[in-house]
């Protein structure tokens, strides 16, 4: 049996041991818990969100004057070698979910570290939009296969750019298209402007707009953006894995540039 001083002096020894321990185990803690998003985190978040099924109906009950009930479809095309995603996106009055009246092609990926921003979405016509109509409706079997999507990707059409939202804000990232917009010719439009605001419930406010020469908006509704709210039963758990995505449908005529246009 030892003595008394050797019994305190293990006593210390452990001790210290668990003080370490403890100090350790709160260190990697504390590391996880404040270790910084990445700027390829935020891209992700970005894509997830506005992927989905999701409507403006609430919005166009309370407003019928001014917004259509839209449906907005997106899901996962394809995946570029850099890993930026391409998502299949389409609009169509919800009467008539299978004849989209938009159609485009997005692609997510971190912004450019010289801007102060965190995520860029870039929007792209399709080379043969026909052939995508409601993509995202369709079995994987009878999509067009990625490398078809990313050799369709056409004309480049708009950027965003968005920044993570301020503590206290109901919105996650927002943001816009820089100053000046981007070319369009539609309805007498010589630029058009882009807002997105990406918000904590998988909700999307997004604002397009036109412009001619003089600076007189010429498409897209004046009241403020659309909001787009997610289907109950829609789910976009897991959706990047192997491109799978819940069966929605989506229109009526022709509408381009807009999901209102207004005189």
Known sequence: MGTGSESNGWSRARGLVVK???LIGGAILVKRLTKSTTRWDHARIVAQSLGGEKFSRDQASRDPDNYF???MLTCPAAEMVDGSKVLY??????????????QRFYMVKPCPKELKCDVEVSSYAIRDAEEYKNFCDRPKDQRPLPEEVIGDIAEHLTTIHLKRCDRGKRCLYEGSTPPGGFPNSWNGATYCTSELAILKNSEIHTWDRGYDDDGNQVWGVKEG????????ASSINNMFSPLNFP???????GIEGSFVLQE
């Open 89 to 102: 996106f389409e609009q169509a009055f919800w009467r008539t979910p299978q004849k989209p009246f938009r």
């Open 247 to 253: 069966p929605p449908q989506l229109m009526e005529t």
């Open 20 to 22: 370490t321990l403890v």
């Open 69 to 71: 009930n839209i449906r």
């Open 225 to 232: 953006p659309y909001e787009f709210k997610p289907a109950p």
